[in-house]
Nanobody
């Protein structure tokens, strides 16, 4: 599997970004997808998930601000991030599990200035 994330950048607090992740070499519609993030000096954490049946979950700090969605026709998963705050600054990774192993994209950096 190949996962290619994009859409990161520098944004002011209160702003928004949309991250995209395109997948290849898998039957995308069959896989649950997830976004993780890793802030400087911290461990990587789960942000949001979306199943193959479009069920979603979110970590508490992003509930009501972030939305994960997918487009199976485009083999892509997205993370719409609204009302960003400096605590959202991190490298964001899309991820899925293939044959029992978690696979990662290369990450995209999101920086939120105060």
């Amino acid at each position: 599997v190949q996962l290619q994330a994009s859409g990161g950048g520098l944004v002011q607090a209160g702003g928004f970004l949309r991250l995209s992740c395109s997948a290849s070499r898998i039957i995308f519609r069959a896989y649950d997808m997830a976004w993780y993030r890793q802030a400087p000096g911290k461990e990587r954490e789960l942000v949001a998930t979306i199943t193959s049946e479009f069920a979603t979950t979110y970590t508490d700090p992003v509930k009501g601000r972030f939305t994960i969605f997918r487009n199976n026709a485009e083999d892509a998963v997205y993370l719409q991030m609204n009302n960003l705050n400096p605590e959202d600054t991190a490298v964001y990774y899309c991820s899925t599990v293939v044959r029992g192993r978690r696979r990662w994209g290369q990450g995209t950096l999101v920086t939120v200035s105060s």
